[in-house]
């Protein structure tokens, strides 16, 4: 293998610059020719294609977003699109490719190994959602950003004697909401993986405000419901409260990565590089227990899971009185 | 006068700490005892009234929120309420009172002034509009707060060649949307003080779009509409664009002050006292080209009116393209 | 056991806050009554020690430094302090004790548990040295620090094309060097973990210069040499080069504790609290592999040994070119 | 005029990035060809100059440093070298300069206008003290960095009641201490511009830590004397106090710039290109009482003089105790 390529596909995610810069210039180290496709799958099929130097991918490691620019192209779930990109790639001369990005970016890069192309996948997402890796790049991110957020929502709800209902993102995962409301101190945590009961949050609530509770904050998962049906609900049963709803939207995808992304989306990107040069394909990295791993992507896709930690939400219930 | 007092009321600011501070302590350092009312109009009228000392206000002069607690409370537009107000006051043989708020809040301290009891007004709100003064605490926090989300979301737009809709606070005031809109580089600011035209900032967006534009960032006051109006207003002229809507909400209103607000409180605070120390109440203090100022608190209200500098508008016209 | 304390001792570190409220929080929850000891060690032989109530502990888990104050206090390495702190707890009722700080703090631990006091030690220092864990307590806080100061620093190299000689604490750590040189795609790293060559560094720092880098960072742990000594040293090297010193100093100690660091004090507080209640003493807490474990204090402190993960050494060459 | 050119001079300031794109964008608004000079005088000597478009400054608003480099560049003092840069840019056709900088760069203003080559000066530098304008670009983020830095030692100064000295910038001029010292309630500011007794301020600190005072944070000037040195002259008088020194050094040049730096660099930038659309050279632009304005720039540099703030040195004794 001498020529290879790297994409970012998906939601973007504050560290897949340090990814991308780690991918060129470990590659560039190892004796690869490295090229960059923009706009993720859309690009390599339209063959939006161009060399990277190491001075190209200079000072992106501290910035959000994805200097290859991101897309979603959900006609590269068709076999025509794949063939062309294979075609494309062919066209360059590139032998091997690393997706960064998230599930939907994974089905293409199984795409890719099913048709023989040697792919990489990375996993770049702030839902922290993919299966195979404790963590992807974004999450930590991510969560401080939730944090800062919720910090600042704190102020005016203890001024006020209020209580909000923050919002997060986490798609069908709850690892935003339980590490943010973990680390915030929030009173209740709702996500996907865990069921509840409304009367319950209503009563503590309630109870809450009769014991001197300067404020309640609800950290809510998107996958749950959206923060404007909480409310309603909760309505019913605490009319008298002052509720909040505060949906963080995409501020969450943005901002420069924290350390930790930074140092894990280069450890992931190093790792697809040694892969390659060994002419591993097919496979996603990830980390596991603090080491860093790789797995069959087919079979990751296929039969893992994510499963947040559930501890957490234990520990939050023993704790937020 | 020997006793003063010093209350927060309507929404929270940050910075309203450091106006307390300041009162507090150049109150003592001028001979006064102080006390602090919590939860504004509110505990005013149910007495929530103490003694604060200069350790009490120590540590605070950087938190966002107000240590006082605020509260709306409607029901001191009567008459009665107020008479109730000036009862406590002087159960607690306090002879002088500050304010801080929003214009809510300074016709509270009309009513007191005009029922002999000498009221100090200092601006104390996000929203900037406040009249007889160029800047209120926690106008420039709160853009500071806002530029840094709408910095968040160029990385993910650049990342998409999304448009974003960013709906920011000021009720009906374009100060904050100004501002930002200047200070994050957006393509359109859409305020209540200045006209606009959808059918151009939808041709501009085209425009914009076909001429290479990563993105395209609309910073619209609430005081026009919500951002969902706007949005769909918009896709009527442009049904191909990835529109995107972000409400930055509550956020906005919390947070560590920045330097200039802290700076600004302690002065406001201080001149506050300076007044008092001379008697002068039925006043509001400001700050107009550089300067600590004051103004007949009644007339302010009734004849003053916030403007904000379209100059900025006319300027981000020509720099925006 | 009915009482248990806890106290923080040796350099403050962002996050244990966060630890003193699990702590307090979960007691409550298993049913203990809580106290807290003030000045750490000193205030525990000074008797300076209160009741903490689950309110007592609201809102400081984002709020960086020690609400228990923390104090050096070499005298405890003496038997007589350390039975007048057993004294004094003895005389609260007090039956078992947590101590969250560096491996200073784990000697009185240790101290404590050899007089069979049941102590069980939290890890809480920025510079990630302790044995028997992964990560200690505001150590990712702290990186996150350092970054964003390299951020800025990055800004005004690039405009000057200098080199920065960046000085970083860790004592005898290269932690928090080593991530952060990472994470801000610093040209060098020097570390006490791994030797140097110092004709290298200059040389590399020449053939930069000469291929139109814009600046280089070196990053190094303090526990090398200072920063001024080896600007001193390159300057034999290279003469010409603009060469600035920059020491951090003890703005990494402060600030808000990030995400990470919350939820991971949160959860030793919490294990604390697991180990007192079925009677287990004389241990430590920590992270190892993603797991809360904890280990014989004694043993960990004489035979443990921190070594930071040197892959992230070698991977820096491989990318920082 | 046709062809303009802008350079930045000196030490680098957040905000310079934002005045570039102001004068490109407003100048190509207003019918010119823009161009921008790299490395300050030194690229006008050697003819490093280039045609900007609206597009290469898109996204450097929000971005610390400057896009155009920066440099010191001694030897424009002589005749010689202002001929040389004068031919350089005829050769280019260019007819006005735009000079961002301190007052070094000034000085090479005025040198060109003298020639009778129309130039007009920006005020950028975190230092805060030009002549002929309230603000320069960069103070405000400058202020909000030390602010931040301030609140972080102050975490660590509470938990270990210690005496913090820390160093800023400001050359000749005590502008950032001022507003750093009241914005972070510091109980001492020494500055340049104000006598000081040392054993007044050893007298306050003694009494302070008498009275249960957590910290002690003097915020020294480095117009002044070094932190090194006022540590041990406070030593004599107070040998048993625990003083750290800080030097926060080039940290506070860099970073993402505040809203107000951005707002205000923009209309400086804008305001130079009116000036030359209108042919007037030989002028420095600034802000006073809040109005945008120009003055003569020989007459500024010889008879003006920078003068802080002085009420904010006293409002600091009265509120700091």
Redesign the interface.
Same mark, same amino acid.
């Given at each position: 293998m001498k020529r290879i390529a790297v994409l970012?596909s998906g939601?973007?995610a504050?560290g897949m610059n340090a990814a991308i810069?780690?991918i060129v210039?470990?590659g560039i180290?190892e004796g690869f020719e490295v090229y960059g496709i923009n706009y993720g799958y859309a690009g390599l099929v339209a063959g939006d294609i161009r060399r990277l130097s190491?001075?190209d991918v200079?000072?992106i490691?501290?910035?959000?977003?994805?200097c290859l620019?991101?897309?979603r192209y959900p006609e590269f779930a068709n076999r025509e699109g794949q063939e062309k990109g294979i075609e494309q790639l062919k066209k360059f001369g590139i032998e091997g490719l690393v997706v960064i990005g998230g599930d939907g970016s994974y089905q293409g890069a199984v795409a890719l190994t099913k048709l023989g192309f040697p792919t990489v996948g990375v996993p770049g997402t702030i839902d922290n959602d993919i299966p195979g890796t404790?963590y992807t790049i974004g999450f930590?991110t991510a969560?401080?950003?939730?944090?800062e957020?919720i910090? &600042?929502? #704190?102020?005016?709800a /203890?001024?006020?004697?209020r209580t909000?209902i923050v919002e997060v993102m986490g798609r069908n995962a709850g690892d935003i909401a339980l590490?943010?409301g973990?680390?915030?101190?929030a009173e209740q945590i709702i996500i996907p993986e865990h069921g509840f009961h409304l009367d319950e949050i209503g009563e503590a609530i309630k109870e809450g405000r009769k014991n001197?509770?300067?404020h309640t904050i609800i950290v809510l998962a998107e996958g749950v419901m959206t923060g404007a049906e909480l409310k309603e609900e909760l309505c019913q049963f605490d009319p008298e409260s002052d509720t909040?709803?505060?949906?963080?939207?995409?501020?969450q995808?943005?901002?420069?990565p924290?350390? &930790?992304d #930074?140092?894990l989306a /280069?450890?992931f990107?190093?790792k697809a590089i040694d892969l390659l040069k060994e002419d591993i394909g097919g496979v996603c990295v990830g980390i596991r227990?603090?080491?860093i791993i790789y797995n069959d992507i087919v079979d990751t896709l296929e039969n893992g899971k994510h499963v947040p930690n559930l501890?957490?939400y234990t520990?939050n219930k023993?704790?937020?009185?």
């Open positions: 970012t939601g973007d504050p810069r780690a210039r470990k180290y190491a001075e200079g000072d490691v501290g910035r959000g977003g994805t620019y991101s897309a404790d930590d969560i401080n950003t939730v944090l957020s910090d &600042r929502l #704190r102020d005016t /203890s001024s006020h004697m909000f590490w943010t973990i680390g915030t101190g001197g509770k300067k909040r709803v505060t949906v963080l939207g995409h501020v995808r943005g901002g420069a924290t350390a &930790r #930074r140092v /280069s450890r990107g190093a227990n603090g080491e501890d957490l520990l023993e704790i937020s009185f």
